[in-house]
């Protein structure tokens, strides 16, 4: 019963500076700005990676910070970085998952159904590190090991870009709390996955095609979505144009939209 990390959401003040380096740095381009986000005050656009995407999040110009969520959120954790994880559930593990919510005391903060998809966005507080939902994919039923399937958040012109000849793939989140165990044990709970530990001793989530990695904060911004390990083509090549556009760099690691980036 396989659950993929089919998208990553971050949250960022200024969205057309972080599509810029995105562009720049990682060679990923925009397949679909998604107007129904603008209920909320916000505007966004999603890239591809591989068969997953990346989205970013911004306030309108219009909106105060204190004015939507995504604002607050950024005030709160100092600046720009995750805000969600988004994981695709095959068609008979999504309902055994969302029928479980309620004896677990976890609240759905937002429900979309538009027929052929439907998501379930999960109630930060009840969860912890980043908003998590579950969504679900009913155009290829019974096939839940096609990592290609339509995917309703990212529009319908991705499968016919050019792929990103830097970024592949995700291959982990990363989330930190001041007790990254107990936060670990929660998601487990949440998901029914198996708490298991890495090479580096961190608890983690092995997924279907990724892993959730949780760590300790250190970095002074509390807890939430800190860094994605992200399978690259050409690390030394990312780490070239980081630098050369201004953007931290540290070993393997660049840091864009608040981020730690991994190139593996």
């Known amino acids: 019963m396989p659950l993929r990390m089919r998208q990553i959401c971050l949250v960022a003040h200024d969205l057309a500076a972080t599509e810029k380096a995105f562009a720049d740095v990682l060679d990923l381009a925009v397949c679909f700005r998604d107007p129904a986000v603008g209920r909320w005050g916000l505007e966004n656009f999603l890239s591809p990676v591989g068969f997953s995407f990346l989205e970013v999040v911004a306030p309108m110009a219009d909106k105060q910070p204190e004015e939507t969520a995504a604002g607050r959120y950024l005030e709160r954790r100092k600046g720009d970085g995750g805000y969600m994880v988004i994981l695709q559930a095959s068609d008979d593990l999504h309902p055994r998952l969302y029928e479980r919510l309620p004896e677990l005391g976890v609240r759905i903060a937002t429900e979309m159904d538009y027929g052929d998809f439907r998501g379930v966005q999960l109630h930060p507080r009840d969860v912890g590190g980043a908003i998590l939902s579950i969504d679900r994919n009913d155009i290829h039923p019974g096939e839940p090991d096609r990592p290609d399937q339509p995917w309703h958040p990212a529009g319908t012109k991705w499968p016919d870009m ?103």
């Open 162 to 264: 050019a792929p990103s000849r830097l970024i592949t793939g995700f291959r982990a989140a990363e989330l930190q709390s001041a007790d990254p165990e107990a936060l670990a044990r929660r998601w487990s709970e949440v998901l029914d996955r198996p708490l298991a530990v890495d090479a580096r001793a961190h608890p983690c989530l092995e997924l279907h095609d990724a892993t959730l990695r949780f760590v300790e904060a250190r970095d002074g911004r509390g807890e939430g979505l800190g860094g994605l390990d992200l399978v690259c083509a050409d690390p030394a090549e990312v780490v070239r144009r980081a630098q050369a556009s201004g953007f931290p760099v540290e070993d393997d690691t660049v840091t864009l939209c608040g981020m730690r980036l991994r190139l593996v």
